[in-house]
């Protein structure tokens, strides 16, 4: 299994994701809030693994310029499709890593990364390419499943046994705890860290870390 791998099962599931409901509709418009707070007119976004667009086409008319990322081609496919009825001004869709994109020369006042970082498989490696993409201070925005703090027949048996069929992906897997750390290594201060779950924790927690 590799990258790539990973690329063409999201581009055969982009059609049925962009069809699904947000299961958690309350608690995603409390992290849209929250993250909106945390971001200026003047700014510049990178959103890493975007998807179709969704968070993007909400988020992308309050700051400056918003370029929206995903591994996969057919989400993006989707998503410019999503975007081009209306186009939002400043928002921009681009197949791309984070990898790829530290070397560039082009640097953000925000990345954000919602359920992100558990898909990729470097963690540490992905963290420390955010750093690079920020500028001094700037502001990584996470909310991610840590699969390590969650039902353990979840992580021991059904994702196995979905990934030997082909039905899952590459999945991550750590604790809350272990999180923090990553960063605190990457070289973040974590600023805030919040539950948006309607009525109690889901294991994904919502991480505000500034780069130092």
């Known amino acids: 299994m590799s990258t790539a791998s990973d690329a063409r099962f999201w581009d055969r599931s982009s059609g049925k994701y962009a069809k699904a409901a947000i299961k958690d509709q309350a608690g995603y418009e409390r992290t849209l ?73 082009h640097r953000f006042d925000a990345v954000l990364g919602f359920n992100y970082l558990h898909l990729v498989r470097d963690v540490p490696g992905t963290l420390r390419s955010i750093h690079a993409l920020l500028a001094p201070e700037g502001l990584f925005i996470s909310k991610t499943p840590c699969l390590g703090d969650m039902n353990p027949l979840i992580r021991l048996v059904l994702l196995p046994a979905m990934r030997a069929i082909g039905k ?45």
């Open 168 to 212: 899952a992906p590459h999945v991550s897997i750590f604790r809350a705890t272990e999180l923090d750390q990553l960063l605190l290594d990457a070289g973040f201060d974590i600023l805030a860290v919040e539950s948006h779950a309607t009525g109690s924790s889901d294991g994904r927690p919502y991480i505000v870390a500034r780069r130092r």
């Open 33 to 105: 809030e929250r993250t909106r707070a945390f971001l200026g007119p003047d700014d510049r976004v990178l959103e890493l693994g975007c998807g179709t667009g969704t968070t993007a086409l909400r988020l992308a008319g309050s700051v400056q310029s918003y370029v929206a990322t995903d591994i996969s081609a057919g989400m993006i496919e989707i998503a410019e499709e999503k975007n081009a009825s209306g186009a939002v001004a400043g928002l921009a869709f681009r197949v791309a890593t984070a990898e790829a994109l530290a070397h560039e020369v």
